[in-house]
C-alpha cells in the first residue's frame, strides 16, 4: 500500500470568468493602466496583492521569453512568461504611462504611488457592470487563467508552477519545468488569430522597456567617438610629413588613431624590438612594394668579404663583371633581369622565392647591414614609418630610430618620454591622449552595446563609465564582457569589474618625505634631550621601514 497521499487534479476552477465573459470585459472603453492590468491578472493569474506590488524591475523583456518575475505570496519567488496579448496591453500602458520615478508598473494616475486593493476593486467591479457580468471580483481573473490553462489540457504540474500554489501533499515534489514548456502553455490562453498573434510578435519582438522615456535612444553604426581635432592633425601632419609622437596611458585610442592613417608609401610594424626582426620586417615591405634594392654581402660594410667563383642568390642588384663567365642576359639572379611569363615582380628563382631568396642571401648579414641597406633604397622623407608602439625603447631600438628617421617620416606612440630617451624625439610634434569626456564614453558605450539585450540603460551606461574611467579599451572589454550574458541584467551590471583603468596613485616620494622628517626630529630630539621625542621618532622610522618594505613586496 502507498502512503504518500495523492492529490486529484483539480480540472476547475469555482466563480471563474468564461471565455465570452472574459471577452466582453475585454471589450469595455477603459484607460490603459486598467486594461493592462486586467490582461496581466487574467493572462499571468497574478493574485491582486501581487498586481499591485508589482515593479517595474519585475518585468523581463527578453528575446525568448518576456515574463514576470516578482516574489508571490509566502515571499516564494515565482516566474511567469507573458502572452502576446499581455504583452501588448503592457507595452501600451508602459509606453503612454508618462510618470516617471514610480517603482510600480500599475501606480495611482496623480501622485505615482501603489495602487490600493480597493481601487482595483472599484474599477473592476464597474467595468463588469457595464459588460454586464455580475459577482465580479478581482481574484475571479487569477481563477479565470487557471481555468483556461486546465481547459487547454495542461499538466497538473505546469498549473501548480504557473499559479504559485502550495499544498501539503506536493510540498516534497520537486518539479521543474522550462521556460519554454511555460510560454507554450500560457500562449494557449490567446485565443487571437494567427495573423494578429504573428502580427504581436513582430511588434513586440525587440521592445524594451528601461522604465523611462526612450527618445534618442537610437545606437548608430562603429564609427572613430571623439579624437577629431588629433586626427586632424595627425593627417595634417602626415601630408607635410613631419615627425609625430602620440603620447598617453594604455588603452587610450593610439594604435586606433595610427591605423587610420592612409597613403600610398606608408610601413606599418609593430615595434622596434626585436631590432633584427623590426628592420627585415621593414626590408620586406619595401621589397614588396618594389622599392629594395638588395645588395650583396660582399658590398654591405664591414661584412665578410668571402670571394665567389659563381654569383649565387644573395648577388641580388649587382651588376655582372665580364670574369663572371655569363653574360647579363644569362644571369637569372640579379634584380632588373627580364621577367619570365607568368613571373610576378616578387618572384627569384631557386628554391627560395621572393623575399625568403633575399633573407637566405642575407642570412650573416648583421643589423647595421640591413639597416644601410634599407636606407640606401629610399629618399629622405619619401616613406612613413608608422611604429604601432614604442613602450619597450632601449639604447638598441633607440639607435635604430635615430637612423631611421633620418630618411623616414616616424608617426609613434608611447606611453610617456623618459628623460633618458628625449634626445631621440627632440623633433617629433607630440600629441596628447587623455580618457574620453563622458559624452563621447556614453557614446562608445551605445554603440559597443548596440542591439544588445539592456535591461536598465541608465545604470548600465554610468556603471561602465564608473569602471572605464573613460578608457576607451576598457569600455569596448567590459561592454564585451556584459555581452556574453544571455541578457544585460542590473545583476550582471553591478557584478562586472574592471581595474585596468583605474588610474594608481604612487605614495612613495610621501612615504620618502614623511620618513626623512622623522629621521630629521629624531636627531633633533636627541641633541636637545627629549627621551620622549626621541622614542616616538625612532617608533616613527621603524613603521615607515616596515610600509617600504611591504610597498615593495606588492609592488613585485
Not at 501539503?168 to 488569430?193: G, L, N, P, W
Not at 640606401?376 to 630610430?401: K, Q
Not at 637612423?403 to 610634434?429: S, T
Request: hydrophobic residues 40%; contains cysteine; positive net charge.
Amino acid at each position: 500500500m502507498n502512503d504518500t497521499p495523492s492529490a486529484p487534479p483539480r480540472t476547475h476552477l469555482p466563480k471563474a470568468l468564461t471565455p465570452d465573459e472574459l471577452d466582453a470585459l475585454r471589450m469595455v472603453p477603459m484607460n490603459l493602466r486598467d486594461r493592462a492590468l486586467i490582461a496581466v491578472m487574467a493572462g499571468c493569474g497574478l493574485r491582486v496583492s501581487e498586481a499591485c506590488g508589482l515593479g517595474v524591475d519585475n518585468v523581463y523583456w527578453s528575446n525568448d521569453t518576456p515574463a514576470l518575475r516578482f516574489a508571490g505570496k509566502r515571499g516564494k519567488e515565482r516566474v511567469v512568461p507573458m502572452n502576446l496579448e499581455v504583452q501588448d496591453a503592457l507595452r501600451d500602458w508602459l509606453d503612454m504611462r508618462g510618470i516617471e520615478g514610480s517603482p510600480y508598473v500599475f501606480c495611482n494616475l496623480r501622485t505615482g504611488g501603489r495602487l490600493s486593493r480597493k481601487t482595483v476593486w472599484a474599477s473592476l467591479k464597474r467595468y463588469a457592470a457595464r459588460a454586464t457580468i455580475r459577482h465580479v471580483h478581482p481574484h475571479m481573473l487569477r481563477h479565470t487563467f487557471g481555468t483556461s490553462l486546465a481547459d487547454k489540457n495542461v499538466p497538473v504540474e505546469r498549473i501548480r508552477e504557473l499559479m504559485g500554489h502550495a499544498k501539503m501533499e506536493m510540498s516534497q515534489i520537486y518539479i521543474s519545468v522550462s521556460a519554454e514548456q511555460k510560454k507554450d502553455a500560457v500562449e494557449r490562453i490567446d485565443r487571437r488569430s494567427r495573423l494578429i498573434r504573428w502580427l504581436s510578435r513582430q511588434r513586440n519582438r525587440g521592445y524594451r522597456f528601461f522604465g523611462r522615456p526612450r527618445k534618442g535612444l537610437v545606437f548608430s553604426a562603429p564609427q572613430t567617438v571623439g579624437r577629431r581635432e588629433e586626427l586632424r592633425r595627425l593627417r595634417v601632419n602626415l601630408e607635410k610629413g613631419i615627425d609625430t609622437l602620440l603620447l598617453g596611458p594604455v588603452g587610450v585610442g593610439k594604435s586606433h588613431l595610427l591605423a587610420l592613417l592612409d597613403g600610398d608609401r606608408l610601413i606599418r610594424v609593430k615595434g622596434l624590438s626585436p631590432v633584427r626582426q623590426a628592420v627585415i620586417g621593414i626590408a620586406e615591405a619595401l621589397y614588396e612594394a618594389g622599392a629594395l634594392r638588395p645588395c650583396a654581402a660582399e658590398d654591405i660594410p664591414g661584412e665578410d668579404q668571402t670571394p665567389r667563383a659563381h654569383p649565387k642568390a644573395g648577388d641580388l642588384g649587382r651588376p655582372l663583371q665580364p670574369d663572371d663567365g655569363e653574360t647579363p642576359e644569362e644571369d637569372q639572379t640579379a634584380m632588373g633581369r627580364p621577367l619570365d611569363a607568368g613571373e610576378g615582380p616578387g618572384d627569384a628563382p631557386g628554391d627560395a622565392t621572393g623575399f625568403d631568396a633575399v633573407k637566405k642571401a642575407h642570412t650573416r648579414t648583421a643589423v647595421q647591414g640591413w639597416t644601410q641597406m634599407v636606407l640606401d633604397c629610399v629618399e629622405e622623407n619619401a616613406w612613413t614609418l608608422v611604429i604601432d608602439d614604442l613602450s619597450d625603447l632601449s639604447a638598441s631600438t633607440g639607435r635604430l630610430l635615430d637612423r631611421l628617421n633620418r630618411k623616414f617620416v616616424v608617426f609613434a606612440a608611447l606611453h610617456e618620454v623618459r628623460p633618458a630617451h628625449e634626445r631621440y624625439f627632440w623633433k617629433f610634434d607630440r600629441i596628447g591622449l587623455d580618457a574620453l569626456p563622458p559624452a563621447d564614453a556614453r557614446r562608445l558605450i551605445g554603440q559597443c552595446a548596440a542591439g544588445a539585450d539592456v535591461e536598465d540603460l541608465r545604470l548600465f551606461e554610468t556603471a561602465v563609465w564608473r569602471q572605464s574611467a573613460g578608457n576607451p579599451r576598457a569600455v569596448i572589454e567590459i561592454v564585451d564582457r556584459l555581452r556574453k550574458e544571455p541578457a544585460i541584467t542590473r545583476t550582471a551590471v553591478r557584478d562586472v569589474a574592471h581595474t585596468g583603468a583605474v588610474r594608481k596613485i604612487d605614495l612613495t616620494p610621501a612615504l620618502m618625505v614623511v620618513a626623512m622628517v622623522l629621521v630629521a626630529a629624531r636627531f633633533i630630539a636627541r641633541g636637545a634631550g627629549s627621551i620622549d621625542g626621541y622614542l616616538i621618532a625612532g617608533v616613527g622610522s621603524a613603521v615607515m621601514m616596515g610600509l617600504r618594505f611591504f610597498m615593495f613586496r606588492l609592488r613585485r
